[in-house]
């Protein structure tokens, strides 16, 4: 059980906001948009918890994901946004009584959902066995969400510390939802959403290599388009991209956008003979365009990110230096004698 003391000293309504909470706070509307079936929208308040748990009692970001909620729902969606009011109370007076744990957090979380959902539906609706199985679905989908966006969000420490394997899945699923709450904004019938994803794993290719390449393609690909009939497809390209991005990394930033116009070329002709593009060719064109500028522009230290080492790891490779240091000095002095 993973207890987060943070809690505990943040009872009171936190209105002070920083650059990392309007990072999160832009998360929180973008992941409450995202719908699966047309009709779910569970993430949302996975995400609100998390936060609460993590961060502490906090106005912004439950005006964040209620706002995400009704621009996309609406009026239509006033069961969830009343879970989440209920679900942000709920959780000041359990930080009010005593410190919170993840386990009880998840459990708060799915539970009031639960209630809230099965309480609208048995008043407004006609209520049928199938109504229960999608019920209890969401609710599992809330307490494994709540898990999922704790590992992600403390940013501070991905910053500082690096990922564990841990948290770089749970960070890459947390950037999926984020780009799946992109998926209404299109521009001259081009999606950003796809756009950001192609820039996002040619750029880990090229920086990180074919395991961070093919994993962030496969995760990418298997959240950002969950519910899409054309989803195994777009896995197995982005995937094969990423993989090919990385392998061909030591031909630099032209190297890794061959490989992954490769894979796509490769995957597709696999499918369907190259009849239709899963990826619009213009959206290749412009992430391509994106990529090299950023890969010129901005200069990202990935490897501390990604390389990550626990405190006790750190302090024994720092004595293991200073020791072979102190064997070195002595052999040299050992041989200024000897001369």
Do not use: H
């Not at 009171?12 to 309007?22: A, P, S």
């Not at 949302?44 to 964040?64: C, E, P, R, T």
């Not at 390389?307 to 000095?329: G, P």
């Amino acid at each position: 059980m993973i207890k987060v003391e943070s809690i505990n000293s943040k009872r009171k309504i936190d209105l002070n906001i920083g650059k990392e909470e309007v990072l999160l706070l832009l998360f929180g509307f973008l992941i409450s948009r995202v719908v699966i079936s047309g009709r779910l929208a569970p993430f949302g308040i996975g995400f609100l918890g998390a936060y609460l748990l993590i961060k502490g009692n906090n106005l912004y970001v439950l005006l964040s994901v209620i706002l995400g909620s009704i621009s996309y729902s609406g009026i239509k969606g006033l069961d969830y946004q009343l879970a989440i009011i209920l679900i942000y109370i709920s959780f000041i007076k359990v930080n009010e009584a005593e410190e919170s744990t993840l386990l009880r957090a998840s459990l708060i979380s799915s539970l009031v959902f639960l209630i809230t959902r099965l309480s609208s539906t048995l008043l407004f609706r006609e209520f049928y066995m199938y109504d229960l199985f999608v019920l209890l679905f969401e609710g599992i989908l809330v307490f494994t969400m709540t898990y999922i966006f704790s590992f992600s969000m403390p940013i501070e420490d991905i910053k500082n510390k690096g990922l564990s394997n841990e948290k770089m899945v749970c960070t890459f699923i947390t950037l999926s939802l984020v780009l799946s709450g992109l998926d209404s904004i299109w521009f001259f019938g081009l999606s950003l959403k796809n756009i950001i994803c192609i820039v996002m794993i040619v750029y880990l290719g090229y920086k990180q290599g074919v395991l961070l390449g093919s994993v962030s393609g496969c995760v990418l690909g298997l959240i950002t388009y969950l519910g899409s009939p054309e989803m195994p497809f777009i896995v197995s390209i982005l995937s094969v991209g990423g993989l090919l991005s990385g392998l061909f990394r030591d031909l630099g930033k032209a190297g890794s956008l061959l490989g992954f116009i490769l894979g796509n070329g490769i995957v597709s002709f696999y499918i369907n003979k190259l009849g239709t593009s899963f990826l619009d060719y213009r959206e290749l064109f412009i992430g391509s365009i994106i990529f090299l500028a950023l890969a010129k522009l901005i200069k990202i230290d990935l490897s501390r990110i990604f390389d990550y080492t626990t405190n006790v790891e750190r302090e024994y490779k720092k004595k293991k230096e200073e020791f072979i240091v102190k064997k070195l000095k002595s052999m040299s002095d050992f041989f200024v004698d000897l001369s």
